[in-house]
């Protein structure tokens, strides 16, 4: 009688077949017990010999950023480079860029970071030198950013001071880009942006740079205003960062900001504005006759006003929107035709003329006062003659067109008719007309204060320049 | 040795082959009865199972007989010491939204909650794709019938919240990581938006910005007079007729997710609703939905 096959995994009877129709198990194959616990073994053995190896050798490996792509959006890297813009204070965090030089282009080299709940004395200036560890965002189509979430992941090697002059700056190209600098100059502008102010720093040979003042620094750390005024003469110790390849001062600190002094400014007639002004900045005074509000292209904004001092043939102040809203109320409110101001701006040649740009940040000398131009009664009189003469005009509106303005409110066109039955057109720009709250209507008197002048294919209309030179008179 | 049970219920009765649990014989096909007994264990308690689930998945929205309804947190509490032992947990915490954004790589919401006693605690809140997008079908139909009942949460808002609460420790401290996971739309337990339609100058606002609570609902009236695009909100810069001042509304994309798109044009007479930020010191008015925004000139 011949032994029964059976299978030595399950124990069922095979009768000869390989490998077991039950469980599939194939004696052909298998290994000892013992074998397998053995490579077990050693394969953990070397397992731990080499986690200790690298634990013992590996060091930080900080990630090249030109290398960060979409790919690596989500993980977590050190990266080592010198800080080139910022801090960028916002609620709860900071923000600032790094570069490390790993690409030609610099946008290429350089990552933002944003550092969530910071802790004192752990905030990088521009030209510290900084190991960071943080989390990647890195989607396509949008700038790669670094989040860290604790103060321990950020090491900071501070800059080193070096002392330097605005003209070093603009003379000697990138070289001294995202280095600690400290350097003198006086106020000569400001731009205002949404987010920052932009001031001019000048030195005494007409070299220009830039100083950005993040508006966070303002509202979250110093909780109070800058206070610079223009021709305030200043010490800068800061960091040098720039903007599409031009060099910027970047404030981290109030602190490191210094007014030494105020530079006298000359006082100059408005009428007695030449050549070898130009590029000066002078102080003035008069009576403004007339405000023009000249309005944007996309939309209703104002961009910026020109004020007639004295008479409407002088040079003209322009004020750009943006410094105007750095005004206070008052100012705002009595920046009007018939105040006497007296201003520093800054002298310019604009189509063949001399005029003179407001330079912020100041605060100008105004007195409220009144003022209209002649009056024209008989509107048959307004000519090509007056043409860029101020008027006053009252008279009947017998007519009110729309101008097209493409997709914006459209301009208007009234037809003013005086006691002699002769007309004059009054044209009112959108950004003029859409502000007023009791536009003029046909059939109703209006008095009207502008420019004479010609507009959209008219050879002869009055503008006016501000909403208030259109008064209903009933 | 043989095998356990009944002999005639694991071998086939037709080929004699070991089956097992098998109620057909995988080599000729033929039936393998077994035990009304066995039958009932395999269906029952597939039954069961599924019951269970279905009874759980209306137990946790509704009844609450065996899910009781979990504790009321605040958001505060997630930042005590033992915060982490809540870890997983389900919540019910009432915070203030101060940040509403959806993630459209992600298609989901993002929000941040602040506690009511204390605005620098905050949690983030995530609800995904299915969650969020039936938060936004509710909101468009809400818009649709008028209901005066927010569905969808926004910036001001005091949201009430069911959801999954993640507290992770990290280092020494605890708490480093807080998120709560909202996991179906009805864990919106309440959004309450302030009503007051008192309308406040913008004049008032830009002079006396002190007077004006962070994320306080109010009224304002003004003319379009430009637009933009900033990618994640349209700003609307309203000039206010009577007293010539000028402010900032956001109209945040999130809301073309609620069916409709922005309307209103430069050079139009708006009514606007929304609650008060400040951006860098300068207001801002952001609108909550659509009927936020009326034109009425």
Known sequence: ?474 | MRPAGRVEEVFCPKCKRYVGTLEKCPYCMAKVPKRLAFRLLKWGGLAVAVLGVLFLYIDVRGPHILAKNPYVISVGDTYKENAVTMNFGQVIMTGKATFVKYYDDMRSLGMFLTDLDNENQDIFIRAYDVTTFTLFDMEKTRLNENSPVPKFPAVGDNVTLRGNLRVRASAAQAGEFRMLYIQYPEAVLNIERQTDKTPVSIAQINANPDNFKLYQRIQIEGKIISTGDLGWAIPLNLYEMSTGAEASVMVPNILNQFGRTLTAKVGDLVRVKGAIQYYYGTPQIWLASWDDLEVIG
């Open chain 1, 1 to 474: 009688m011949t032994e029964e096959k059976r299978c030595p995994a399950c124990g069922k009877p095979t009768a000869g077949y390989v490998p077991c129709p039950h469980c599939g198990a194939d004696p052909r194959t298998s290994f000892t017990i013992k074998f397998a616990a053995v490579i077990c073994v050693i394969i953990l053995g070397v397992g731990i010999a080499f986690y200790f190896l690298h634990v013992a050798t590996s060091e930080v490996i900080p990630t090249p950023i030109s290398s960060i792509d979409s790919w690596l959006d989500y993980s977590y890297v050190w990266i080592d480079g010198v800080v080139s813009a910022g801090p960028q204070y916002g609620i709860g965090s900071v923000s600032f860029d790094v570069y490390d030089a790993s690409a030609q282009n610099i946008d290429q080299a350089t990552i933002s970071v944003e550092y969530y709940d910071p802790a004192e004395n752990t905030i990088p200036a521009v030209g510290d030198h900084v190991l960071a560890f943080g989390q990647l965002r890195a989607p396509v189509g949008v700038d790669k950013e670094l989040r860290i979430s604790f103060p321990s992941d950020l090491q900071i090697t501070r800059a080193q001071l070096v002392q330097t002059t605005i003209s070093d700056i603009v003379s000697t190209g990138s070289s001294l880009w995202f280095k600690r600098v400290a350097l003198n100059g006086t106020v000569t502008g400001l731009r205002p942006l949404a987010s920052a102010k932009i001031y001019t720093l000048s030195d005494s040979e007409g070299n220009e740079l830039q100083l950005y003042v993040h508006n966070g620094l303002e509202t979250y750390v110093e909780k109070r205003p800058i206070g610079l005024k223009v021709l305030d003469n200043v010490t800068v110790t800061t960091g040098l960062s720039q903007y599409a390849g031009v060099p910027q001062l970047y404030l981290s600190d109030f602190d490191e900001l210094d007014v030494t002094s105020s530079e006298n400014v000359q006082e100059v007639p408005i009428q007695s504005l030449n050549e070898n002004l130009v590029g000066d900045i002078v102080k003035v005074g008069g009576k403004i006759v007339f405000v023009e509000a000249v309005g944007g292209s996309t939309g209703l904004e104002m961009s910026e006003r020109l004020l007639s001092l004295d008479n409407r043939y002088n040079p003209s102040v322009t004020i750009s929107d943006g410094l105007f809203k750095l005004l206070s109320d008052e100012n705002q409110a009595l920046l009007k035709r018939g105040a006497t101001i007296g201003l520093v701006g800054k002298v310019q040649t604009y189509r063949g003329a001399y005029r003179l740009e407001w330079v912020g940040p100041q605060v100008p000398d105004l007195t409220p006062g009144e003022y209209e131009p002649p009056s024209v009664e008989n509107f048959s009189t307004i000519t090509d003659n007056l043409k860029d003469e101020l008027v006053t005009i009252t008279g009947r509106v017998v007519d009110n067109l729309n101008i097209t303005a493409g997709q914006l409110p459209s301009h208007r066109l009234l037809t003013l008719q005086d006691n002699f039955g002769g007309s004059v057109r009054v044209y009112i720009p959108n950004f003029l007309y859409e502000r007023m709250q009791n536009p003029p209507l046909t059939g109703q008197t209006v008095k009207v204060v502008g420019k004479v002048t010609s507009a959209s294919g008219y050879p002869v209309v009055v503008q006016p320049g501000v909403m208030e030179d259109v008064q209903r008179v009933s």
